[in-house]
């Protein structure tokens, strides 16, 4: 799906589930914007939920990212790779340019299940990192022939392991394009593990280039 094209923020909602009874939830507040050079996303995060974590930041600078935790002072480097909550990676909760992290090429059309279990006719692409500091080795993903609709995307380590399997659900109307309010994350190993990710408040928004400055983690305040 097009990334847009102006700074913008929303708010993200983590739910994970363990054979069907909810764990763990965290929710961010998400302020990104396209580097004019390369086109590539940075984005910074505020955790709000829960309090435990209120207000510790997360910043994604080219595909370095940082984290800052208030109580300690302290920005450390951190790797997309890591789990932030349940099955979802640092590196999924940051806005990324697919585009421009991979090479892809269309490897077949065919059916495909989607998140509601209904049957989709789709492109499967093949999708491989073109440098090692990015969140996923190897995607596949599934789109739909129709309208171009991401349906599905499994996310593969360098081992060839499998490491999640990711449905892309309730699409809506928002910042002029169709996107993806909820993405269903499956566990690679164990199915009964299961993250779910919403996205909500999507809004235009003034991202400051200081808000976006490592420098500047600690002097940061919400508006």
Known sequence: MRNPDKPFGLTT???EYRNGKQTDTSTLAVYSRADANGGQFRSLLRFIAPKRDADKLMLKSGNDLWFYD???KAAIRISPQQRLLGQAANGDV???NLAGDYSASVAAEEDVSDG???PRRAYKLELKARAPDVTYHRIE???DTANKQPI???FFAESGG???TAYYRRYQSQLGASRPTETVIIDGLDPNWVTVMRFSGYAWRD???SWLQRDFLPRFKPQ
């Open 13 to 15: 909602t983590l739910v």
């Open 94 to 96: 940051v806005t990324v």
């Open 207 to 209: 991202v400051p280039e």
């Open 70 to 72: 208030p109580a300690s």
């Open 141 to 143: 993903m599934w789109i």
């Open 152 to 154: 599905k995307a499994r």
């Open 116 to 118: 509601d279990k209904q």
């Open 162 to 164: 499998l490491l999640k």
